[in-house]
């Protein structure tokens, strides 16, 4: 059977753009072309896809995924091993974790006191399972988690409370309350973070891969995406006095769809910027493009548009706020740009 790319975008929630990408960089070259000159993929190119996405998952650049798939110590059986160590790994710990927590809810809805033993097990639990994320230096200091010397978990558990309820009360993102709440989120993970986006990249992957962890601290993805939601409408009204009607549509319409990328690209290009990596390194290149990628993504394709876009974003600061995006690591970016 053969996929066209855009049927193969659509089964492997990739995109179009990232297939071409792919190809273009000799990454996943499609198999075959048909008579009209469209790509076409076979089961052979859909495995090495499997293979390309699963060493993205572990941390892997393209430019190392190249080198990985181009060396015969690299295999399918090995990276699929590999995957389902790390998903029991993760299925253990949380059926740990989750047994604990429903222990302690139904002593709790009894009216009983759990035991001190009880609470020290439990926090031991998450506390390993913050070890699959955070390093023990940034347990210690992070103030979200509480493991940290300085923990704001009593401040979070409020405006956590605060937000559940407004979602339960059924308060639309577009409110005036909503937005206040994701202003004051936005503005805690930033004072907690110390503006360090690989906390917040880190933060995102724990709970988006950890269900356990979300029902402990309350914060659900239906929540974020609530937040999200909310302080994306604090930025819509500035980019509203940039861009004609029908652009301003395009923006709303499709500013969902690809902007949840952007925290872990950031923590990427922060990491290099630290590192000292120069500019113009193949692996900045490649983080670059993916920027351009999601840019274009709700900036669309019109060089118009997408001037305005920036236009917005270089005159209006409030635009900036609570995105980790700093004066220092968008310098670092335009030089990247421009040796592209």
Known sequence: MLFKVGELAKRSGLTIRTLHHYDAIGLLRPSARSDSGYRLYDRNDVARLHQIQALRRFGLSLAEVGTALASSG????????RQIRMLD??????AMLRDRLTALHGQLRRGEEPELADWLKTLEIMTTMYDKYFSKEEQKNFPMLRTAE???ADEWD??????????????????PEAQSFATQWMAMLLRDSGGDPRLLAKLNDMHLN??????????????VNYIRAAFAET????YEQFLSPDEFRFLRDNFFKRTHEFPALIAKIYQHMEDGTPPDDPRMRELALYWMELFRSYASDDPQMQAKVCEAYAKEPRLAEGTFVDPRLLAYLNQTMTAI
């Open 150 to 152: 300085n923990s704001t």
């Open 235 to 238: 930025k819509f009204a500035l």
């Open 158 to 175: 409020g405006l956590v409370s605060a937000v559940r309820a407004a979602m339960a009360a059924a308060i639309p993102p577009q409110s």
């Open 210 to 223: 950890e269900p356990e962890m979300q029902k402990a601290s309350g914060v659900t993805m239906e929540m």
């Open 74 to 81: 690299v295999d399918l059986i090995s990276i699929v091993e």
């Open 89 to 94: 790994e993760s299925i253990a710990q949380s």
